[in-house]
Each structure stands twice: as C-alpha cells, then as structure tokens.
C-alpha cells in the first residue's frame, strides 16, 4: 500500500508539545482518513530514513508493511 498524503511530526527525545500535536492528529484522522500521520525523532530520522534521487524524505514505517515517501 503506497501512502500519498503523510503528515510528519520531527519530535524531540522528550517531547513537550505532544497535546497539541495530538489535538492536529486526531483532526487529521476525523477529517482526512486517508492521511497518515507519523511521529519521528531527528536521531529515527537519521537511522532509518533516506533521501530519493529526487530529494523525497523515505522513512519506513516498522508498524506497518509500507513504506512512506515525503
């Protein structure tokens, strides 16, 4: 399954914020089922992302059985 809308929360190790961008979350779902939404770490980032030859951000998502292309 290819995802074409990703939304990408870059989160610190202790996030601080996470109510707020809980709250922009949820509203995501409730009104944009087909926009998935991830939370990463600038280190998860580094470790498990990569860029396309067209400058696309790749990061693979461990839960799922797709990767996603921002």
């Known amino acids: 399954m290819i995802v074409r809308a ?3 929360f870059l989160v610190s190790e202790v996030e601080r914020n996470v109510y707020d961008q ?3 979350e949820y509203h995501i ?3 944009q089922h087909h926009i998935k939404v991830i939370r990463r770490t600038l280190q998860q980032i580094r470790t498990g992302g990569s ?3 067209s400058k696309k951000l790749i990061v693979l998502v461990l839960c799922c059985t797709f990767a996603v292309f921002i």
């Open 6 to 8: 990703v939304v990408l």
């Open 22 to 24: 809980r709250g922009v």
């Open 29 to 31: 779902y409730e009104h």
């Open 51 to 53: 860029l396309s030859p």
